[in-house]
């Protein structure tokens, strides 16, 4: 996961990309108990890619976030 601030503004947006088996799901949680929006994208394949997001506020150095895979 990555994070990236609007110049100017106290807002940060948390975002990246995954792949989960087809079939499971990702469980991604954060220090802020934040609700992160995914977009799954079925491959065809064993793989489907996932790219998750989610507008956090400000963060500091001890923002966390927790990525599991679930079946």
């Known amino acids: 996961m990555r994070t ?4 100017g503004t106290n ?3 948390a975002y990246g990309t995954f792949t989960e088996t087809a079939g499971n799901a990702i469980e991604i949680q954060d ?5 992160f ?3 799954v994208t079925d ?3 064993s ?3 996932v790219f998750a997001f989610a507008c956090i506020g400000p963060v500091d ?3 966390e976030v ?5 079946s």
Not at 66 to 70: A, F, L
């Open 11 to 13: 807002d940060h947006y």
């Open 4 to 7: 990236l601030s609007v110049e």
């Open 43 to 45: 491959t065809g394949y």
């Open 37 to 39: 929006k995914t977009v």
């Open 47 to 49: 793989m489907n890619a």
């Open 31 to 35: 220090t802020y108990g934040t609700v």
């Open 61 to 63: 150095d001890t923002y």
């Open 66 to 70: 927790h990525v599991t895979y679930t």
